[in-house]
């Protein structure tokens, strides 16, 4: 297949993106988009500053564009995210203990509703864990430790229909104590029934030639759980291209890696554009690595 969606799709998988609704007036953009992704997930507009800006007072017009550009043109949609330590509501960050927990509660029952659906998955919690595999501190955290999984039990009844996921970035490497932390927390909430159906690993890589120590075996382990994995921030400095490959060969292998999401169209359009991450140069031509995904996903 001559496209990054068609050619994940030749093994039942996906190959997405972040949108800005800010670019959907940019023609590059929009139709590199459209062309090469199945895939969308929104970067910033469906995250709790955007979706609740004041307390009971929801707001989805810029995460609506982006899942009408979508869904008009056949485009699968991630949603991204309903809990998190970073990019609270004002409101929200001064908030703490069961008030605190009320308005997470509310908040996920607030937006999970307006796409009730209409979402393949959902990132539940998003970015919970320090390094060393212990919990980050936040308010969220600071409402007692089960917070995590009175949210995912919270959207599992707000929303049947879509897959729940927890979302992290440096969980990539088996061998570190953030991967482990989080393996954990998979493991036991498949023992005692909470539901959770998908992990998250951000996959933003730095820097050398090879993965992150036994990536694969991080993808096959969680899966082994009972979880599908999904690779969902996908970006490498400079664009390798044998990370590019590897990355992509790894999700290939396992059987339970269902997609690939870039952060990103092109270099310009990402977080970290001074270290050209991305698979389209800021003037929309595909760079090598594109070349090095799609034939890794056309040899699956
Ligand atoms: O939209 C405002 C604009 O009105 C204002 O003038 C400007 C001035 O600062 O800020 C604009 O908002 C920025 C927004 O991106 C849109 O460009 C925010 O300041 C900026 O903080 C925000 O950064 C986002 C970041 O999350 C915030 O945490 C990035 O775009 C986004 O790529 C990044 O994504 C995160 C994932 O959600 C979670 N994993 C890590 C990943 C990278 O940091």
Redesign the pocket.
């Known amino acids: 297949a001559s496209t990054l969606g068609a050619a994940a799709a030749q093994s039942g998988r996906y190959f997405g993106t972040?949108i800005?609704a800010?670019r959907l007036g940019d023609s590059t953009y929009t139709s590199i988009s459209a062309r090469e992704f199945n895939m969308v997930t929104a970067?910033?507009e469906m995250?709790p500053d955007a979706t609740q800006p004041n307390r009971g007072q929801f707001s989805f017009s810029a995460g609506d564009q982006i899942y009408n550009w979508a869904n008009q043109r056949g485009i699968k949609v991630r949603g991204?995210?309903l809990a998190?330590h970073?990019?609270q509501p004002g409101w929200m960050q001064s908030l703490n203990g069961s008030n605190l927990r009320q308005a997470m509660i509310d908040h996920i029952n607030g937006v999970m509703a307006h796409y009730k659906g209409k979402l393949a998955a959902w990132d539940v919690v998003?970015?919970a864990f320090n390094e060393d595999g212990s919990r980050r501190s936040s308010n969220l955290q600071g409402t007692g430790n089960d917070w995590i999984e009175v949210a995912f039990r919270t959207a599992r009844a707000a929303d049947p229909s879509t897959k729940l996921c927890y979302?992290d970035?440096n969980i990539e490497n088996w061998s570190y104590g953030k991967t482990q932390g989080v393996y954990r927390m998979i493991q036991d909430f498949k023992s005692r029934g909470v539901p959770i159906d998908c992990v998250g690993l951000?996959t933003?890589f730095t820097g050398g030639s090879s993965l992150p120590g036994n990536f694969q075996t991080t993808l096959s382990s969680f899966a082994a759980l009972g979880v599908d994995v999904a690779l969902t921030?996908v970006d490498v400095t400079n664009a390798s291209t044998s990370q590019y490959a590897g990355l992509t060969q790894a999700c290939m292998n396992v059987a339970r890696c269902i997609g690939i999401t870039v952060?990103?169209v092109r270099d310009s359009d990402?977080?970290?554009s001074s270290e050209s991450p991305l698979l389209f140069n800021s003037g929309g031509g595909a760079k090598s690595a594109y070349t090095s995904v799609l034939n890794a996903l056309n040899a699956a």
């Open positions: 972040a800005a800010s970067e910033n995250k991204h995210t998190w970073s990019q998003n970015e979302n970035y951000q933003h921030e952060w990103g990402s977080w970290r």
